[in-house]
């Protein structure tokens, strides 16, 4: 599948790297192009799916480079996150409550269909479900109930994810975002990106 990750942050670098193995035309986007990068427009022109994994902050900017034109009709799986640091650690949300990135990333490119996955674990848990120590679950959030059936697949088939909750639609995103407040102090008190959420039920 010919597929565009925007990003080269650690996010983007596990992406690329598993999807690559997995024999996927892929085409990396930066702000500048390198060696192992180009624009973001042409990884977003090249993929008929696209990821963003660009720095949450930067999210709408790297976007908007990519061009609206590039991701028009096509499904963009959103795994950024509104952390701020900008007060240091804990980070807390840029957006959150009654918005979120997701949401703001929907509205900006509304031809387009926002999935947003993968935000609520580590990106090495991303690409293989299995390293979360057992089975766990994995969310997705959007409009396009489409959309997020082919996110849903590709992440079984491609990842290992067995176990996808479909939340409904964009606005959704508040709570795996928001999510993000606990996942770092778990991350701090389990000392390890390896874990996730399971969810039981009667
Ligand atoms: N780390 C994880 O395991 C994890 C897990 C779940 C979700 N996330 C989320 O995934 C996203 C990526 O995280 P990361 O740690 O891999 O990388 P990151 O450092 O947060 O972001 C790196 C990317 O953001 C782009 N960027 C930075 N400043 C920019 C600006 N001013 N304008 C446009 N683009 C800009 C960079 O562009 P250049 O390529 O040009 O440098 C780079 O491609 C974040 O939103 C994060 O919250 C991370």
Redesign the pocket.
């Known amino acids: 599948m010919r597929i565009g990750v925007l ?6 670098r596990a992406l690329a790297g598993k999807l690559r193995e997995l024999g996927h035309d892929l085409v990396v986007g ?3 192009a390198g060696d192992d ?1 180009q624009p973001f427009a042409e990884a977003a022109a090249h993929g008929e799916l696209i990821v963003n ?4 902050a ?2 709408l ?2 976007l908007a ?1 990519a061009g609206a034109e590039n991701l028009r009709g096509k499904i963009l799986v959103d ?3 509104p ?1 701020d640091f900008s007060k240091g650690f804990p980070p807390s949300l840029f957006v959150s409550n009654t918005d979120s990135l997701g949401e703001q990333i929907q509205k900006e490119l509304p031809d387009t269909k926002v999935v947003k996955s ?2 609520t ?3 090495e848990v991303m690409v293989d479900a299995a390293r979360a120590g057992g089975e766990s679950d994995l969310f997705v959030s959007g409009n396009d109930p489409e959309a997020k059936a082919t996110v849903s697949r590709f992440a079984r088939e491609q990842f290992g994810w067995k176990n996808v909750v479909d939340l409904g639609d964009i606005t959704t995103s508040r709570g795996t975002e928001a999510y993000l407040l606990l996942w770092i102090r778990l991350y701090g008190a389990l000392k390890t ?1 390896d874990f996730n959420i399971k969810i039981v039920k009667k």
């Open positions: 990003g080269t942050g650690m996010v983007g930066s702000r500048v990068a994994a660009t720095n949450g930067y999210a900017d790297a480079q795994v950024t996150n952390l993968f935000n674990i580590n990106c990106g």
